[in-house]
Every structure is written in structure tokens, then in C-alpha cells.
């Protein structure tokens, strides 16, 4: 069985969550809670009809909303830097340190080149490690 792809005990990531048990790809993360995705009392976690485990919480795992098993919809993240360059280290922050760890060098590359292309008189990596500290 592959490892999961979350087992840091301080990510934000419920204790239940299918992060913990199941690697990246192989659950759904939905935005909330629904009746195609019932709460199973056996085991404390939600599934679909066709036994896809599911979260919840997408802003708590680092991932996107999206059918990753049971559509096979390939995990991207798209980096959006605010527009406000004191605002950059502190979102940069959130954003890589609440992020799916399998989403972090993407992440990372596209933080290098917004950084270049948006606020060139930054440097990407003094940024990113400032962010990472």
C-alpha cells in the first residue's frame, strides 16, 4: 500500500481525514458535506456511492475541490499573488504551508516566476525562504 501523502501530525487536515489514510488521488475532495457523500458511522468517514472515500474540508487538506479518484481529474493548484507586494511573504506562507505536500515543488516553480513577473525588484528565493521560515 503507498504511504499516505499526509501524515504530518500539525497539518491543518482533520484527524479522520482520507489525507491520513489514502495517498494523493486515491479520495475526493468535495467543498462540503452532501448527501452524495453520506457520513458512515461504522468508520467515521464519508464515501460515495462507489466506496470513493471523500473530504470535505478542501481549504483544511491543501487541495482543490475535485473528483481525483473517482474521475481521475488530474491535481493542479493555480498561484495567484495579491497584488500588494508586503502582502506576498505572508500569502506565500498560507499557501505553501497549508498545501498537499505532492503540490509543493508546482507551487514553488509557480511562485518563482510570478514573483520575476510581477515584482521584479523581489528576490524569488529570498521571498520563498522568508515564506518558508
Known amino acids: 500500500m503507498s504511504e499516505?501523502?499526509?501524515s504530518?501530525?500539525?497539518?491543518?487536515?482533520?484527524?479522520?481525514?482520507?489525507?491520513?489514510f489514502h495517498p494523493v488521488g486515491e479520495f475526493d475532495v468535495l467543498l462540503r458535506p452532501t448527501p452524495e457523500c453520506p457520513f458512515n458511522k461504522a468508520?467515521?468517514?464519508?464515501?460515495?456511492?462507489?466506496?470513493?472515500p471523500v473530504c470535505v474540508h478542501p481549504d483544511r487538506v491543501g487541495l482543490p475541490a475535485g473528483r481525483y479518484?473517482?474521475?481521475?481529474v488530474p491535481i493542479t493548484v493555480k498561484l495567484c499573488l495579491p497584488a500588494d507586494e508586503?502582502?506576498?511573504?505572508?500569502?506565500?506562507h498560507d499557501l505553501l504551508y497549508g498545501a498537499a505536500p505532492s503540490l509543493l515543488d508546482d507551487l514553488i516553480e509557480?511562485?518563482?516566476?510570478?514573483?520575476?513577473?510581477t515584482f521584479p525588484n523581489l528576490?524569488?528565493?529570498?521571498?520563498?525562504?522568508?515564506?518558508?521560515?
Open 69 to 72: 479518484k473517482s474521475e481521475n
Open 86 to 92: 508586503a502582502a506576498v511573504v505572508p500569502y506565500l
Open 8 to 20: 504530518d501530525v500539525h497539518h491543518r487536515a482533520c484527524g479522520i481525514c482520507p489525507s491520513r
Open 43 to 52: 468508520d467515521g468517514h464519508r464515501y460515495l456511492s462507489d466506496g470513493t
Open 110 to 117: 509557480q511562485a518563482d516566476m510570478a514573483i520575476r513577473r
Open 4 to 6: 499516505p501523502f499526509n
Open 123 to 133: 528576490d524569488p528565493v529570498a521571498t520563498l525562504r522568508r515564506a518558508l521560515n
